[in-house]
């Protein structure tokens, strides 16, 4: 497990790399800025395939020998429910905010009503339709 947990560090390390990069291309020209983010495909391919290995590792080496397909299981289950979840509820571009160039950051998060988006339409017991659950 200590080797999952290196490739966890590593991750963090390469994706800090590439916000860094990443960065410092808003006052770059065009050329420079292309170069940038090419370069900062690197560490951002790297960084994703090192937190999965890791993340893996760490789930693989957590879970009781004798439910670890359970475990595993419900691990996968969490990306595979964001992946199903973030087709149908994406955030809209009225949920979140880009500074103009030169202001101070804000903190983006989806609004309430990116929730109420995300469940507009699903039948089911939780909306008083009746249905069995989304698509009925």
């Known amino acids: 497990m200590a080797h999952a947990g290196r490739k966890q560090r590593a991750a963090g390390l390469a994706l800090a790399l590439f916000c860094a990069l990443?960065?410092?291309t808003g006052?770059?020209?065009a050329l420079t800025a292309g170069a940038l983010l090419l370069?900062?495909?690197?560490?951002?391919?790297?960084?994703?395939?090192w937190q999965s290995a890791g993340g893996w590792g760490i789930s693989?080496?957590?879970?009781p020998e004798e439910q670890r397909t359970y475990y595993l299981s419900v691990y996968q289950l969490g990306?595979?429910?964001?992946?199903?979840?973030g087709r149908r509820c994406?955030?809209?571009?009225?949920?979140?905010?880009?500074?103009?160039a030169g202001s101070p950051s804000v903190p983006c998060s989806p609004s309430p009503a990116w929730w109420c988006r995300c469940w507009r339409g699903r039948s089911g017991p939780w909306n008083g339709s009746g249905g069995s659950g989304p698509g009925d």
Do not use: K, N
């Open 22 to 24: 990443t960065a410092v």
């Open 27 to 29: 006052p770059a020209d």
């Open 39 to 49: 370069l900062a495909a690197v560490p951002l391919t790297l960084g994703e395939l």
């Open 60 to 63: 693989y080496g957590l879970a």
């Open 79 to 85: 990306a595979t429910g964001m992946t199903v979840a």
């Open 90 to 100: 994406s955030p809209s571009p009225s949920s979140t905010r880009v500074p103009p």
